[in-house]
């Protein structure tokens, strides 16, 4: 029998007591097994670590790095990208929730589309609990020009977020594109933007509108509680963005 690709799954976390453990348990709980989950947590406060901790002792596939001192999601990104062992690399928010299928559909995807670097699935956003198992999931091929206005469009089932998707793990690290660690809000936009317009990621990419991840809504999400600046900054950023999507569409 053919060994599964291993696939990195890296959840990050800083302040999820009450919604980590219920991250991990849907991640314990998918129906693909041959994961190397990473969790990496910049410098929680609260009870966070204990609730890893559980699980990371119940699942020899986990493993903590945790920050003593707080560093930011971006460089907490970045780092995810240096603990890569897989064939495929999933990133997760530590409290969003996974339908059991999600890994397996996007690893089949990207297995029988050998030339395609980024499979994206649907997601809901606000849902409470794990999201209902999904029909045959049938993936649509689209080419660089067309990806990139599914990742910068608000609203596309592509979208610009980061975690949705799987990605080919040696392109991913070959492209050399990195988070801007001096942001803290659309730092993934500007990254998805960045690595779908790489010439070291292939020109087509996959996605499925079936609904697989479940993005939790909290009202203490830097989401809700940005700054005036920080929302100047992602406005900023935005026109970035489409300065890239100029030599692309």
Known sequence: MTQEPLVTVAVLSHNLEGYIGHSLKTINKQTYRNMDIVILDDASTDDTLTEINHWVARDDRMRLIKNNKRRGVATMRNRALKEIRGKYFIFVDGDDQLAPAFVETLVKGLEENPDVD???????WG??????????????????????????????????????????SANLLDSQVRFDESLELAEDHLWIAQLVASKAMSEYSIFASDVL????????SIIHTASHALREREREIDQQIARIGDDII
């Open 213 to 220: 991840y479940n993005k939790v809504s909290r009202s203490t």
């Open 118 to 124: 980024i499979a994206s699935v649907g997601f809901s």
């Open 127 to 168: 849902a409470s609990g794990v999201p209902k198992k999904a029909n045959e999931v049938k993936f649509r091929r689209i080419d660089r020009a067309a990806m990139f206005e599914g990742v910068t469009h608000r609203g596309h089932v592509i979208s610009g977020m980061v975690w949705n998707k799987a990605y080919r």
